[in-house]
């Protein structure tokens, strides 16, 4: 069996040996594989390395979607491997995705060499830079081999080794000419366990603490937002802690992954269902935000139109991001730093989370409601599997409608949703490699019709995870344009907005071996879920509603909070 220290430096590979004994002290576990020949160095050391799993992506769209479900569900950084060419362009949506959501990435693309390039070769692309504008950090390979490129590679991985300690996390590029030929490579197994001691990125080093400012508790209506995110049982507690106070309210949603019964979920329905003056005694005097982005539009809109006077967004990083217009410093703080200045807070007689809650209160009641009454639809559809699924599984949220559905009846559950730019283009194949890298619990993926077809490359070649289950709303094609403001006006509504599709899911199902049951009405949506539930392997439920009728049942819901 050889080993990374019986190598001779004379091998022509060895620069690849000593970037895969980093991978391996780097943490990683998992290593995503489209094939190409290009790349075939790169495959092959990554097959002969009994310490790496590895997984199989023809399409390469699907397979960075697959690594950073991966690296989502794993906390660790996932490699990438693809061919030269185009090949390494289809990465791009989840590499953006992967940078915004701030998730190590470790993309090793296969490049020919620079003589080749602009030369009428085949895929021979100007692959350096490429992309510049959504990686961490991008570096290419020496196009030297052996000893006599060593320097240059051991400062490279040297400065990645670095990069991946430091937050926020995010993808890397690393661009590897490679010469013929290229399916030379020792016979392995390797075994990388005589590698330095493991510097993965699970340590991150983080900049000293902020203090807390004196002005963030002067004044009343403390606002707390959380984004989408993991937060600790620790930050949790202090969270809860900080919820007993009547001058402080926080509002959270579905991705942001905490439960309480003093926090506000659903400020994505309450904003519009208030007048104005009420509108005006729900303003913050000070916001405090953390996580990434939010979901809820009406949210945005409100703490536009009514900005508090100081906003602090926490977060390791210090980011300023400014999604409100009205930020006042990024700070590195934790929630439990907060409690001790808590008691400073005067009462001002506001009743300000007392107005919140209880508008919270009223909302829910009248979800409730509308629950016995609603005909069938994707409102109704939507309410009933949150009520009977198990909210002790993991759920994975399409965007476009399913994500808003998981805000409004979700909220119980561990949900996750690819919303750092929050496109319909990888959820099933993101959920595929999150179910892989959390094999002890079941994952759910609840998804479009136009976000499954988009996506059915996830379903081969490759069988998807045992532990995962498909629900799929279809509703026609691109639904949710009749719900929104604007497009739904238009006489172009259909096909540029809504864009209908005949596509019959059992036989694509049938086609991957992939067991399926339709459910088009209240009593199918019963023995469905049933159905789902029992399946032992994954398994696929199709909820078919009509167009015109969720959009009539879901603005006869709207208009009910409006009453």
């Known amino acids: 069996m050889p080993d990374f220290a019986e190598l001779p430096l004379s091998n022509r590979r060895y620069p690849l040996f000593l970037l895969f004994r980093q991978l391996r002290a780097w943490g990683v576990r998992d290593i995503v594989v489209s094939p190409g020949s290009r790349s075939a160095p790169l495959t092959l050391l990554a097959a002969r390395s009994p310490e790496f799993r590895l997984h199989l992506a023809v399409d390469e769209r699907s397979a960075g979607y697959k690594a950073l479900g991966l690296a989502r569900g794993s906390s660790l950084p996932v490699v990438l491997i693809c061919t030269s060419g185009t090949a390494a362009l289809n990465f791009y949506p989840a590499i953006t995705e992967a940078f915004y959501l701030q998730l190590p990435l470790i993309v090793l693309t296969a490049d020919r060499p620079s003589a080749l390039i602009d030369q009428q070769d085949g895929q021979a692309i100007r692959q350096k830079g490429v992309f510049h504008n959504h990686i961490k950090a991008e570096y290419s390979f020496p196009e030297e081999e052996g000893d006599a490129a060593l320097g240059e590679v051991s400062g490279i991985l040297e400065v990645v080794g670095n990069l991946l300690l430091r937050v926020p996390a995010g993808p890397i590029h690393l661009n590897i000419p490679l010469k013929e030929p290229l399916y030379e490579v020792l016979e392995g197994p390797f075994y990388w366990r005589k590698s330095p001691e493991d510097n993965s990125a699970n340590r991150p080093a983080l900049p000293p603490l902020d203090h807390v400012p004196e002005d963030l508790f002067r004044h009343g209506n403390i606002l707390i937002v959380l984004g989408q995110g993991v937060y600790s049982a620790k930050e949790q507690k202090a969270l809860a802690a900080l919820a007993e106070w009547e001058s402080v309210t926080v509002v959270t949603e579905a991705l942001a992954n905490v439960q309480h019964p003093l926090f506000v979920r659903h400020a994505e329905q309450i904003i519009p269902s208030l007048p104005e003056h009420l509108l005006k005694e729900l303003q913050p005097q000070v916001l405090l935000t953390a996580g990434l982005g939010i979901v809820s539009k009406q ?22 991001v400014n999604p409100f217009g009205c930020l006042t410093k990024p700070l590195h703080l934790l929630f439990e730093q907060l409690l001790p200045h808590v008691n400073t807070l005067q009462d001002q007689g506001t009743l300000f989370q007392t107005r919140w809650l209880q508008a919270e209160i009223n909302l829910e009641h009248q979800i409730d409601d509308f629950k016995r009454v609603a005909d069938w639809s994707e409102w109704w559809a939507m309410a009933r599997i949150a009520e009977e699924w198990p909210n002790t599984e993991v759920v994975h949220l399409a965007n476009s409608m399913p994500v808003r559905f998981g805000n409004l009846f979700f909220n119980d559950f561990q949900c996750f949703s690819n919303r750092g730019t929050s496109g319909i283009d990888g959820c099933t194949s993101t959920a595929a490699g999150f179910a892989l890298a959390r094999p002890e619990v079941r994952h759910l993926l609840i998804t479009g019709d136009l976000a499954f077809l988009y996506d059915q490359n996830a379903l081969w070649p490759q069988p998807l995870p045992n532990n995962l289950r498909i ?26 907005f809504e864009t209908p599709q005949q596509v019959n899911l059992s036989q694509l199902c049938a086609a991957y071996g992939l067991p399926h049951f339709l459910a088009d009405s209240k009593e199918r949506l019963m023995e469905g879920i049933s159905w789902l539930q029992n399946q032992e392997k994954a398994a696929l439920l199709e909820v078919r509603t009509q167009g015109e009728e969720n959009q009539r049942v879901f603005h006869e819901f709207r208009a009910r909070l409006r009453q």
């Open 299 to 320: 949210l945005k809109n409100f703490l536009k139109r009514y900005p508090p006077q100081f906003h602090y967004h926490l977060s390791p990083e210090r980011a300023p």
């Open 471 to 496: 629900i799929v709303s279809n509703n026609g094609g691109g639904g949710i344009f009749r719900l929104i403001d604007g497009p739904s006006s238009v006489p172009e509504l259909v096909p540029y």
